[in-house]
């Protein structure tokens, strides 16, 4: 599943599913959406969680995710938003301005143990969409991922959402991502067109899948569509 996400600077954009619903970036959330939908329609034990990373940073994978959730939400698909980029916990900045009532209190607090789950989730203005912030900042993420502590939220959190989005950092500079991959049925990888090279870009591939991750598909973004090529300049890309 290789969706192109035509945008300039998606940073920019923020929740655009929820602010400009019919526009043509809007409309490319709602076909990635179906592909997720599909491809997972036949997976067993509650809801789907799908973690989102990038390659390097700023390919926009905060941006994809929150929109991709909005979108969800939007199709009647009940989905938790778990902001897990300790890194930079940009989701929350996009978040604030939808929760109804804004709590400080996150993931960071619930795996270091100061707090239950039952504090963790946060409303947000759509209907459907809920939302965990990052919390206080852990120093080493990729090990307390990879405690039973954060296991049983996930389970717990399938029973409640179709579907778990996790907000993670890019592959590359950290392993964050791949400490949680394996206990997620899929990952989605964004790319920045142009920014990230192909080659890098298959590292991180490999990377997730000797972790235990099952690559869903690529989201190639920040693409510049040409009259003359098309997206022919892209192809490159396909082989992933």
């Known amino acids: 599943m290789v969706r192109k996400i035509v945008g300039e600077d998606m ?10 619903p019919d526009s043509f970036l809007a409309e490319s959330y709602r076909k990635v959406s179906v592909n997720l939908c599909n491809l997972l329609s036949s997976t067993e034990g509650g809801g789907r969680v799908i973690a989102f990373s990038g390659v390097l940073p700023g390919d926009g994978t905060t941006t994809t995710t929150a929109n991709l959730a909005v979108t969800m939400a939007k199709n009647g698909r009940r989905t938790v938003l778990v902001g897990c980029n300790f890194r930079n916990p940009a989701q929350n900045l996009i978040f604030s301005r939808l929760l109804k009532h ?12 100061k707090i239950m789950r039952e504090n963790l989730i946060q ?18 993420p990729a090990q307390f991922f990879a405690t039973e502590r954060m296991r049983l939220l996930l389970n717990a959190l399938r029973k409640e959402y179709e579907f778990i989005f996790l907000d993670l950092p890019a592959v590359l500079p950290v392993a964050d991502t791949l400490a949680v991959t394996d206990a997620a049925d899929g990952v989605v990888l964004t790319v ?3 920014r990230v090279s192909p080659k890098a870009a298959k590292v991180a591939v490999e990377r997730l899948q000797k972790s235990g991750g099952q690559i869903l598909g690529v989201i190639l973004n920040r693409i510049v569509q040409s009259y003359e090529s098309g997206y022919k300049d892209y192809e490159h890309y396909r082989n992933l």
Do not use: P
């Open 192 to 194: 920045s067109a142009g």
């Open 123 to 140: 409303e947000t203005g759509v209907d459907g969409l809920c939302f965990v912030a990052n919390g206080m900042i852990l120093q080493n």
């Open 102 to 113: 804004r709590i400080m209190l996150g993931l960071g607090d619930y795996l270091s143990g």
């Open 11 to 20: 940073s920019e954009i923020d929740l655009i599913t929820q602010m400009e």
